[in-house]
């Protein structure tokens, strides 16, 4: 298996840490009966840093070794690899 790693991937690692610290943090408070609203807050918080790691992940993946693979092609071929990348932005 080849490595595998490109510029946004410490920037990534260091959002999941983040999200991983949010986790421990949700799993004391329901440990601890905190209300569930705010537990639900941290929850929410703890979603959203990893689903932007995801996508971060998902793109920089897309835009260097989606790249790599196509290659050069001329403007009237690149149009479906480029609306490809743009609609993955949505997922």
Known sequence: MTEDKHETHPEI?????????HLKSVIAMI?????????????????????QAKRTLIQDHLDHCLEETVGALPRDRRQSIDEFKSITKYL
Do not use: F, M, N, T
């Not at 440990?31 to 689903?51: F, M, N, T, W, Y």
């Open 13 to 21: 690692v260091k959002r999941l840490r983040r999200a991983e610290g």
């Open 31 to 51: 440990e601890s009966g905190r209300p569930c609203l705010d537990i639900a807050q941290q929850l929410h918080a703890v979603e959203k840093a990893i689903a």
